[in-house]
Nanobody
Framework: QVQLVESGGGLVQAGGSLRLSCTAS????????RGWFRQAPGKERDFVAA????????YYADSVKGRATISRDIATNTAYLQLNSLNPEDTALYYC????????????????????WGQGTQVTVSS
């Protein structure tokens, strides 16, 4: 497992944007994919986006498709999640996760595919 630290959350008005960052504590040569999940109070932790570390393939939940961009900087071991056109339904605690194992296109969306998690960064969108 690797230690992951998220940052970039905050309070933003509807229609605004945020850029979340997720930095790993060590070189992620063994990381196959990095993902973002979010959890609103009283709800399940849901998939938001993921990126394969080697070739940069990206995957998005339907709820953020067209509004979110996931990217990575291999040199700094950092993954980013750019969120645009935010609305109150995007309010949640956003978690970064990593998996060392090869995952399929289907399983990369699953919370259970990841074995390393950050502490989360809060995103609050006001109407």
């Amino acid at each position: 497992q690797v230690q992951l630290v998220e940052s970039g959350g905050g309070l933003v008005q509807a229609g605004g944007s945020l850029r979340l960052s997720c930095t790993a504590s060590e070189r992620t040569t063994s990381t196959y994919a990095r993902g973002w999940f979010r959890q609103a109070p009283g709800k399940e932790r849901d998939f938001v986006a993921a990126i394969t570390w080697g070739n940069g393939y990206t995957y998005y939940a339907d709820s953020v498709k067209g509004r979110a961009t996931i990217s990575r900087d291999i040199a700094t071991n950092t993954a980013y999640l750019q969120l645009n056109s935010l609305n109150p339904e995007d309010t949640a605690l956003y978690y970064c996760a990593a998996t060392p194992g090869v995952v399929t296109r289907a399983s990369i969306l699953l919370r259970t595919s990841y074995n390393s998690w950050g502490q989360g960064t809060q995103v609050t969108v006001s109407s």
